[in-house]
């Protein structure tokens, strides 16, 4: 479905607006309203109220003339496309329009021919106006958080995919080199409190929040600067973690799993992943649904209970196999878990 256009006709002169509202009508172009103001004042009165798509404003009228209206408008940043309209001996004042942003402008007499030329004009240009992608601030926190969490959870692909997102939203955005390195300075930003957020990264000196070594430059550099600070985000991550290149959780499982004969405590796993424990508790709760401890008594119980399926393994060895100096604290805790003590597990398998 083609989208409809409101149109606004200024004139101080009853005749010229009623005039122009004929030839509209029986342009044929997709307008859904047009509205008649005698007055500058009236339009930014009616403007207020119902906001045109296209203005159509004679350049001479009493209180405020068309020069005026087209400034106004320009200063208050109203998206309305303004033709002026002008007598022959008024042509420089038309001239004049273009630095207020006035698009078109029609010679009196108009003709049918020459006003559908000009909304022709206008509708194409609107067209190209809605089609352009706006500026969406939550866009722009998306993608933020896309390139956060790749760098947070070493995933390079991820990381990846968002910044080649984030380049080619930015591209078409077409923004001047002092609003794009304004856009990734915040977004660098951003990503420091999401990192800063979760205990495990403090920016060093070498990788600044401002982009002082492209000033003046193009937009391409200022995203090429921007990557090679998320590169060492992501490398400084990277190293702090020991190499591995894996989400935290699923290390700090690993961790455990290949450690059950210590006593491995939640601190010991948190500096083993370069993260603050607090921080760490909680995630790892927020992540698995249970608590450090309870999982970390949970794979210590599995590799009990395939332990004593064993008949040559004595208890108290297996106990100390799963990291409890207490046979008495493991049996215990056996118990609590599968609601048969070691002994009686054992029985239940026939195991002497």
Partial sequence: ???LYDVMVVDDEPIIRKGLLKLLEASGRAISCIRLADSGQEALRMIGEHM??????DIRMADMNGLELSRTIQE????????????????????????YGVKEYLLKP??????EKVLDKLIES????IAKPVFSIRTCESLTEQISEGIWFLDEASL????DEWRQYLESLQLSTDQNQQLLQDSLQMIHKFLAAKDVYVFSAQVPLTFTENKGGDPENSFQLFEVKIRKMYTDLQYKRKGKLIDPITAAKLYIDTHLTNEVSLEEVAQHLGLNPSYFSQLFKQSTQETFVHYRMKKRMEKAKSLL????????????????????????????????????????????
């Fill in 1 to 3: 479905m083609k989208p």
């Fill in 52 to 57: 045109p798509d296209f203005l159509l404003t």
């Fill in 76 to 99: 208050r940043g109203y998206p309305i496309q303004v033709v002026v309209i002008s007598g022959f001996g008024e042509f420089h004042y038309a001239q004049k329009c273009v630095s």
């Fill in 110 to 115: 108009i003709n049918q021919t020459e006003l």
């Fill in 126 to 129: 609107k067209s190209e106006e």
């Fill in 160 to 163: 990846d995919q968002a910044l």
């Fill in 309 to 352: 399926e064993i008949p040559h393994y004595r208890m108290s060895d297996i106990a100390e196999e799963v990291g409890y100096i207490d046979y008495s604290h493991f049996a215990k805790s056996f118990k609590k878990l599968y609601q048969l003590s070691p002994s009686e597990y054992r029985a239940k398998l026939g195991i002497e």
